[in-house]
């Protein structure tokens, strides 16, 4: 597929605002491995290629394993997430999901067991953020398998 629109050039500011949070996010209270996790589920169920590309190298080089990755899908199935992960996961799922099943009060409280006030608004910046590059990505057929992590 051919890219749409470069929206990154065309939209600088709105594209540096979602970059903000992104920065705000990498120096808050979640850890990175969970913040690539929770990318890369978000962007499996839109089903956002270069979302994918970007956040499965970005856990790889951050020592995410390829089992965890591979697996993430069926995370629920799976034993290797703890249960903050499978917090994070399932709040992910629901808050991108949003419009299919809400965001139940039981799962609220299992997701509060396992993260602070101050984590669950960062974890839940982080879904809404990826939702949003995910959409614009998508929407404008960002190239897949061209990005590259830093430092790689």
Known sequence: MQTRIAYSQLAKEGVTALAKIESYLRHGSLEHSLLELVKTRASQINRCGYCLDMHSKDARAAGET???????????????????????????EAVTLISQNDVPDE??????????????????????????WNRLAIAFRSEVGSYQPKGA
């Open 66 to 92: 390829e089992q965890r990755l591979y697996v993430l899908p069926a995370w629920r199935e799976a034993p290797f997430y703890s249960d903050r992960e499978r917090a994070a996961l399932e709040w992910t």
């Open 107 to 132: 799962l609220y409280e299992r997701v509060r067991r396992q993260f602070s006030e101050q984590e669950l608004v960062d974890l839940t910046l982080a879904i809404t953020n990826i939702n949003s």
